[in-house]
Protein backbone atom coordinates (compact mmCIF):
# COMPACT_ATOMS: atom_id res chain seq x y z
CA UNK A 1 0.00 0.00 0.00
CA UNK A 2 1.65 3.26 -0.89
CA UNK A 3 1.13 4.74 2.85
CA UNK A 4 1.30 9.01 2.78
CA UNK A 5 3.76 10.33 4.96
CA UNK A 6 5.77 13.85 5.51
CA UNK A 7 8.81 13.09 3.56
CA UNK A 8 10.84 14.42 6.56
CA UNK A 9 9.20 11.42 8.97
CA UNK A 10 12.51 9.06 9.85
CA UNK A 11 10.53 5.94 9.86
CA UNK A 12 10.32 7.06 5.54
CA UNK A 13 14.23 5.92 5.28
CA UNK A 14 14.22 3.37 7.30
CA UNK A 15 10.96 1.50 5.18
CA UNK A 16 12.50 2.92 1.98
CA UNK A 17 15.49 0.32 2.72
CA UNK A 18 13.19 -2.32 3.14
CA UNK A 19 11.44 -2.12 -0.31
CA UNK A 20 8.40 -0.54 1.47
CA UNK A 21 6.19 1.43 -0.96
CA UNK A 22 5.56 4.83 0.62
CA UNK A 23 3.97 7.86 -0.90
CA UNK A 24 5.23 11.06 -0.04
CA UNK A 25 3.31 14.50 -0.12
CA UNK A 26 4.84 15.81 -3.81
CA UNK A 27 3.21 12.10 -5.17
CA UNK A 28 -0.01 11.68 -3.50
CA UNK A 29 -0.81 15.75 -4.53
CA UNK A 30 -0.46 14.45 -7.67
CA UNK A 31 -3.44 11.46 -7.36
CA UNK A 32 -6.80 11.87 -7.91
CA UNK A 33 -8.11 9.48 -5.34
CA UNK A 34 -9.74 9.36 -1.70
CA UNK A 35 -6.93 7.69 0.33
CA UNK A 36 -8.25 5.85 3.69
CA UNK A 37 -7.27 8.33 6.58
CA UNK A 38 -5.81 6.62 10.42
CA UNK A 39 -4.96 8.44 12.97
CA UNK A 40 -2.14 6.72 15.31
CA UNK A 41 -2.52 7.66 19.04
CA UNK A 42 0.97 6.00 19.81
CA UNK A 43 1.19 5.97 23.52
CA UNK A 44 4.68 4.35 23.15
CA UNK A 45 7.88 5.61 25.08
CA UNK A 46 10.15 5.18 21.65
CA UNK A 47 7.72 6.62 19.43
CA UNK A 48 10.14 7.02 16.83
CA UNK A 49 10.25 2.53 16.70
CA UNK A 50 6.83 2.56 17.24
CA UNK A 51 5.84 4.28 13.69
CA UNK A 52 8.33 2.06 12.12
CA UNK A 53 6.49 -0.82 13.21
CA UNK A 54 3.19 0.29 12.09
CA UNK A 55 3.71 1.77 8.96
CA UNK A 56 5.66 -1.45 8.26
CA UNK A 57 2.44 -3.16 8.79
CA UNK A 58 -0.06 -0.69 6.88
CA UNK A 59 1.84 -1.15 3.70
CA UNK A 60 0.91 -4.51 3.13
CA UNK A 61 -2.04 -3.55 1.02
CA UNK A 62 -2.93 -1.76 -1.86
CA UNK A 63 -5.06 0.66 -0.07
CA UNK A 64 -3.75 3.66 0.09
CA UNK A 65 -3.43 5.42 3.27
CA UNK A 66 -2.65 8.85 4.83
CA UNK A 67 -1.35 8.85 8.56
CA UNK A 68 -1.91 11.40 10.82
CA UNK A 69 0.13 10.83 13.92
CA UNK A 70 -1.03 11.94 17.34
CA UNK A 71 -0.04 11.78 21.19
CA UNK A 72 -1.48 12.78 24.68
CA UNK A 73 -1.50 16.66 24.99
CA UNK A 74 -1.40 16.10 28.59
CA UNK A 75 1.42 13.94 29.11
CA UNK A 76 5.04 14.67 27.84
CA UNK A 77 7.12 12.31 26.77
CA UNK A 78 10.23 11.53 28.43
CA UNK A 79 11.96 9.49 25.23
CA UNK A 80 11.01 11.23 22.49
CA UNK A 81 12.85 14.17 21.08
CA UNK A 82 10.39 17.55 21.60
CA UNK A 83 11.16 18.77 18.21
CA UNK A 84 10.05 15.76 16.85
CA UNK A 85 6.63 15.81 18.46
CA UNK A 86 6.40 19.26 17.15
CA UNK A 87 7.19 17.86 14.05
CA UNK A 88 5.14 15.08 13.25
CA UNK A 89 2.43 14.56 15.99
CA UNK A 90 -0.65 16.57 16.82
CA UNK A 91 -3.03 16.53 19.93
CA UNK A 92 -6.73 15.44 20.39
CA UNK A 93 -7.79 19.46 20.60
CA UNK A 94 -6.56 20.08 16.96
CA UNK A 95 -8.53 17.15 15.39
CA UNK A 96 -11.44 15.80 17.09
CA UNK A 97 -13.56 17.73 14.50
CA UNK A 98 -12.36 15.81 11.37
CA UNK A 99 -13.38 12.03 10.79
CA UNK A 100 -11.38 9.01 10.32
CA UNK A 101 -11.75 5.89 9.04
CA UNK A 102 -9.63 4.03 11.15
CA UNK A 103 -7.24 4.32 14.65
CA UNK A 104 -4.80 2.26 16.10
CA UNK A 105 -4.21 3.17 19.92
CA UNK A 106 -1.06 1.56 21.14
CA UNK A 107 0.42 0.30 23.96
CA UNK A 108 1.67 1.72 26.84
CA UNK A 109 4.25 0.53 29.04
CA UNK A 110 1.75 1.55 32.85
CA UNK A 111 0.35 -1.52 33.42
CA UNK A 112 1.31 -0.75 36.94
CA UNK A 113 -1.09 2.00 37.26
CA UNK A 114 -4.68 1.91 37.73
CA UNK A 115 -6.83 3.19 34.92
CA UNK A 116 -7.98 6.40 36.70
CA UNK A 117 -4.23 6.73 37.62
CA UNK A 118 -3.14 7.34 34.45
CA UNK A 119 -1.98 10.85 34.28
CA UNK A 120 -3.67 10.86 30.54
CA UNK A 121 -7.00 8.86 31.57
CA UNK A 122 -9.44 11.76 31.40
CA UNK A 123 -8.52 12.48 27.81
CA UNK A 124 -7.82 9.04 26.67
CA UNK A 125 -11.49 8.26 28.17
CA UNK A 126 -12.22 11.47 25.78
CA UNK A 127 -10.81 10.50 22.68
CA UNK A 128 -12.09 6.58 23.28
CA UNK A 129 -15.41 7.59 23.47
CA UNK A 130 -14.88 10.03 20.17
CA UNK A 131 -14.35 6.98 18.57
CA UNK A 132 -17.72 6.05 18.72
CA UNK A 133 -19.21 8.20 15.98
CA UNK A 134 -16.09 9.82 14.64
CA UNK A 135 -13.64 6.82 13.62
CA UNK A 136 -15.29 4.29 11.78
CA UNK A 137 -13.12 1.09 13.12
CA UNK A 138 -10.14 1.16 16.14
CA UNK A 139 -7.25 -0.83 16.69
CA UNK A 140 -6.19 -1.42 20.37
CA UNK A 141 -3.42 -3.08 21.08
CA UNK A 142 -1.59 -4.10 24.23
CA UNK A 143 -2.05 -1.51 27.49
CA UNK A 144 -4.40 0.61 24.67
CA UNK A 145 -6.25 -3.05 23.98
CA UNK A 146 -6.94 -3.11 28.11
CA UNK A 147 -7.88 0.59 28.31
CA UNK A 148 -10.20 0.03 25.37
CA UNK A 149 -12.01 -3.26 26.91
CA UNK A 150 -12.22 -1.76 30.51
CA UNK A 151 -13.56 1.77 29.22
CA UNK A 152 -15.95 0.58 26.27
CA UNK A 153 -17.09 -2.73 28.42
CA UNK A 154 -16.12 -2.69 31.78
CA UNK A 155 -13.80 -5.29 31.93
CA UNK A 156 -10.47 -4.55 34.16
CA UNK A 157 -6.78 -5.95 33.92
CA UNK A 158 -5.47 -8.50 36.64
CA UNK A 159 -2.07 -8.09 37.56
CA UNK A 160 0.09 -11.44 36.38
CA UNK A 161 2.26 -13.58 39.13
CA UNK A 162 4.78 -12.43 36.22
CA UNK A 163 6.18 -10.59 33.19
CA UNK A 164 3.94 -12.46 29.94
CA UNK A 165 7.01 -11.97 27.94
CA UNK A 166 8.03 -13.78 25.03
CA UNK A 167 6.75 -15.67 21.29
CA UNK A 168 3.80 -17.90 22.45
CA UNK A 169 1.65 -20.06 20.18
CA UNK A 170 -2.51 -18.67 19.74
CA UNK A 171 -4.73 -20.86 18.22
CA UNK A 172 -8.11 -19.35 16.11
CA UNK A 173 -11.44 -19.56 17.54
CA UNK A 174 -13.71 -18.32 15.30
CA UNK A 175 -11.84 -19.30 11.62
CA UNK A 176 -15.14 -17.72 9.59
CA UNK A 177 -13.88 -14.55 11.08
CA UNK A 178 -12.85 -11.79 8.07
CA UNK A 179 -10.00 -10.79 10.54
CA UNK A 180 -8.26 -13.96 10.71
CA UNK A 181 -9.08 -15.20 7.11
CA UNK A 182 -5.92 -16.70 5.86
CA UNK A 183 -4.53 -17.40 9.23
CA UNK A 184 -3.36 -20.80 10.05
CA UNK A 185 -4.98 -22.66 12.45
CA UNK A 186 -2.10 -22.39 15.27
CA UNK A 187 -0.21 -18.89 15.09
CA UNK A 188 2.76 -16.90 16.89
CA UNK A 189 2.58 -13.55 18.52
CA UNK A 190 5.30 -11.68 21.03
CA UNK A 191 3.64 -10.68 24.26
CA UNK A 192 5.33 -8.17 26.77
CA UNK A 193 3.18 -7.01 29.78
CA UNK A 194 2.43 -7.72 33.40
CA UNK A 195 -0.93 -8.05 33.23
CA UNK A 196 -4.18 -9.70 31.74
CA UNK A 197 -8.23 -10.02 31.03
CA UNK A 198 -10.02 -12.69 32.16
CA UNK A 199 -11.18 -14.76 29.16
CA UNK A 200 -13.69 -15.85 31.43
CA UNK A 201 -15.91 -11.89 31.25
CA UNK A 202 -14.56 -11.84 27.57
CA UNK A 203 -17.01 -15.11 26.64
CA UNK A 204 -19.58 -13.71 28.87
CA UNK A 205 -20.03 -9.92 27.21
CA UNK A 206 -22.58 -10.14 24.94
CA UNK A 207 -21.03 -6.95 22.86
CA UNK A 208 -17.82 -8.97 22.38
CA UNK A 209 -16.45 -12.19 20.79
CA UNK A 210 -12.85 -13.68 21.59
CA UNK A 211 -11.28 -14.70 18.05
CA UNK A 212 -8.17 -15.82 19.56
CA UNK A 213 -6.51 -17.13 22.61
CA UNK A 214 -3.34 -19.18 23.64
CA UNK A 215 -2.69 -21.68 26.18
CA UNK A 216 0.05 -20.09 27.99
CA UNK A 217 -0.62 -15.99 27.43
CA UNK A 218 -4.51 -16.03 27.14
CA UNK A 219 -6.58 -13.58 25.80
CA UNK A 220 -4.97 -12.25 22.00
CA UNK A 221 -7.33 -10.83 19.86
CA UNK A 222 -11.13 -9.85 20.98
CA UNK A 223 -13.73 -7.84 18.73
CA UNK A 224 -16.43 -6.52 19.32
CA UNK A 225 -19.79 -7.71 17.70
CA UNK A 226 -20.46 -5.03 15.98
CA UNK A 227 -17.18 -4.85 14.85
CA UNK A 228 -16.31 -1.14 15.55
CA UNK A 229 -13.31 -2.19 18.01
CA UNK A 230 -10.54 -4.59 18.11
CA UNK A 231 -8.44 -5.37 20.39
CA UNK A 232 -5.14 -7.24 20.67
CA UNK A 233 -3.32 -7.96 24.21
CA UNK A 234 0.09 -8.93 22.41
CA UNK A 235 2.98 -6.71 19.89
CA UNK A 236 2.40 -8.34 16.49
CA UNK A 237 4.24 -5.57 15.64
CA UNK A 238 7.48 -5.94 17.53
CA UNK A 239 10.61 -6.02 15.08
CA UNK A 240 12.60 -9.36 15.63
CA UNK A 241 15.25 -7.32 18.26
CA UNK A 242 12.41 -5.54 20.20
CA UNK A 243 12.06 -8.25 23.00
CA UNK A 244 15.65 -8.56 23.13
CA UNK A 245 15.83 -4.67 23.89
CA UNK A 246 13.73 -4.77 26.21
CA UNK A 247 15.30 -7.47 27.89
CA UNK A 248 18.66 -5.85 27.93
CA UNK A 249 17.11 -3.02 28.89
CA UNK A 250 15.24 -4.20 32.13
CA UNK A 251 18.32 -6.51 33.00
CA UNK A 252 20.73 -3.19 32.85
CA UNK A 253 18.09 -1.75 35.22
CA UNK A 254 18.85 -4.31 38.04
CA UNK A 255 15.10 -5.98 37.21
CA UNK A 256 14.09 -9.04 38.27
CA UNK A 257 13.39 -10.50 34.17
CA UNK A 258 13.59 -13.60 32.58
CA UNK A 259 14.69 -14.51 29.32
CA UNK A 260 12.06 -14.15 26.82
CA UNK A 261 10.31 -17.73 26.17
CA UNK A 262 10.44 -19.01 22.90
CA UNK A 263 12.81 -15.99 21.80
CA UNK A 264 16.37 -16.73 21.71
CA UNK A 265 17.49 -20.11 19.49
CA UNK A 266 18.23 -22.06 22.40
CA UNK A 267 17.60 -20.17 25.14
CA UNK A 268 20.70 -18.12 24.11
CA UNK A 269 20.90 -14.31 24.63
CA UNK A 270 23.90 -14.99 22.23
CA UNK A 271 21.98 -16.17 18.98
CA UNK A 272 19.48 -13.69 16.79
CA UNK A 273 15.96 -14.54 17.47
CA UNK A 274 14.00 -15.59 14.54
CA UNK A 275 11.14 -13.57 14.02
CA UNK A 276 8.14 -16.60 13.60
CA UNK A 277 5.08 -14.21 13.82
CA UNK A 278 5.79 -11.85 11.05
CA UNK A 279 3.68 -13.18 8.13
CA UNK A 280 0.46 -13.36 10.61
CA UNK A 281 0.45 -9.95 11.75
CA UNK A 282 0.81 -8.27 7.82
CA UNK A 283 -2.03 -10.79 7.91
CA UNK A 284 -3.68 -9.11 10.71
CA UNK A 285 -3.62 -5.56 9.74
CA UNK A 286 -3.97 -6.12 6.15
CA UNK A 287 -7.34 -7.57 6.66
CA UNK A 288 -8.17 -4.91 9.26
CA UNK A 289 -7.85 -2.38 6.97
CA UNK A 290 -9.40 -4.19 4.01
CA UNK A 291 -12.70 -5.82 6.19
CA UNK A 292 -13.16 -3.98 9.17
CA UNK A 293 -12.09 0.07 7.19
CA UNK A 294 -12.35 0.35 3.88
CA UNK A 295 -15.12 -2.03 2.96
CA UNK A 296 -17.00 -0.34 5.87
CA UNK A 297 -16.14 3.07 6.03
CA UNK A 298 -17.71 5.64 3.37
CA UNK A 299 -16.94 7.28 0.18
CA UNK A 300 -17.29 10.46 1.76
CA UNK A 301 -15.42 10.65 4.87
CA UNK A 302 -18.00 13.65 6.69
CA UNK A 303 -20.37 10.56 6.70
CA UNK A 304 -18.39 8.56 8.69
CA UNK A 305 -20.47 7.66 11.82
CA UNK A 306 -23.89 8.19 10.35
CA UNK A 307 -24.98 5.05 10.00
CA UNK A 308 -24.71 4.79 14.21
CA UNK A 309 -27.52 7.40 14.90
Not at 85 to 105: A, E, H, P, Q
Not at 112 to 123: A, I, M, N, Q, R
Not at 124 to 136: G, R, S
Not at 153 to 179: A, E
Request: aromatic content about 12%.
Amino acid sequence: MPIKIPNTLPAKQVLTSENIFLMDEDRALRQDIRELQIIILNLMPLKQATETQLLRLLSNSPLQTEITLMSPKSHTSKNTPKEHLVSFYTTFDKIKSNKYDGMIITGAPIEHLDFEEVTYWDELKEIMEWTKINVTSTFHICWGAQAGLYYHYGIDKFNLPKKMFGIFTHDVLKPRCKLLRGFDDTFYAPHSRHTGVSEDKVIQHHELELLSHSSEAGVYIVMSKDEKHIFVTGHSEYDPLTLKQEYERDRNKGKAIELPKNYFPYDDENQYPQALWRSHAHLLYSNWLNYYVYQQTPYVIHKVGEKDK
